[in-house]
């Protein structure tokens, strides 16, 4: 289901200045306090000009070269870090501009910040989500960023730098009266989710704890992109769970859902984290976490997240390899 541009600009706006209330508050300079108005830009009832063109007037930062010095010699001769990311349909993570080819959000702008830090042009591939595993153990890519979560299962053939929170949203229509805050919320329930997702293994999870204190088990319906929005309005789904901003953003738009919980990306146990992520011991981790704490350090980290509304999803620090989302019982 495609959505209009007037729409997604009207939506982008309205959420600019809806998360913007939510934040910490804190003054932010350059791209981060006022997005530079440009075409296909519009102003926000806060003032906020939200920026949905591709002349992103982004948020940058110097070389550090004891930071590019981590990078492997194969990367550094080439002059380029191969970004890959998913196909622009998630915003505000990773989105087009108005010219439905410049890819936008959160994740490219933190992409350009590392590549920056490293002293590499950043190159962006866009692909499906099941695809940006395969180009990333085939060594067709460098590194992904893309909301990917850090789990046990993951960390067998990957390497992780984190960057950002794993905050999960549910979403349901709008005076639904559905509330989200574990399994039983949704036994028996007919819930949407992407496959191949830590979304997909929680709803699995939840469903499996459900049956055995004797509820019914969670009806899972699989969807791509944003199929289930037309399944959410037509009440074929009740809930639909992912990445909580993509699902704010979406609700803000329609004006007819509204996000009704939220949960850790991690599960229960572990608080949920999003990272970098490149092929096991290729060499590169150690220049990706430096690259993240230089940001975090010069506050152009905190700038970007501001920008795009995600100031509660901060990390403190990069951390390698964190403890992740556990490996499913068997």
Known sequence: MSVPRRALVAAACALASALA???CGSGA???????APAKGGSTAPDGTVVNLSPNQNRVTTSKVEAIAALVPEEIRR??????????????????????????????????????????????????????????????KYDVGLSNITVTEARKEKYDFATYRLDVLGFEAKKGSGIKVAGAKDLAGRPVGVNSGTNQEKLLIAWSEENVRNGLKPIDIKYFQGSDYYLALSSGRIDVYTGPNP???????????????????????????????????????????NGAIEELIRNGTYGQVLKRWGLDGEAVANSEINPPGLPKPKP
Do not use: C, M
């Open 246 to 288: 993509s699902l704010a953003f979406h609700a803000v738009q329609t004006g007819e859902t509204e996000v009704v919980g939220t949960y850790s990306g991690g599960g229960a146990d572990v608080l949920g984290k999003i990272a970098a992520t490149t092929r096991k011991d290729n060499g590169l981790v150690k220049a990706l």
């Open 78 to 139: 080439k002059g380029k870090l191969s970004v890959v990311d998913s196909l622009g349909t998630t915003p505000p993570l990773d989105f087009y501009a108005d010219d439905d080819k410049t890819i936008i959000g959160v994740e490219p702008d933190l992409a350009v910040l590392i590549g920056n830090v490293l002293g590499l042009e950043v190159e962006f591939n866009p692909v499906s989500w099941e695809n940006i595993f395969v180009g990333l153990d085939s060594g």
């Open 21 to 23: 209330l939510a934040g």
């Open 29 to 35: 300079t350059g791209a981060a306090a006022e997005l």
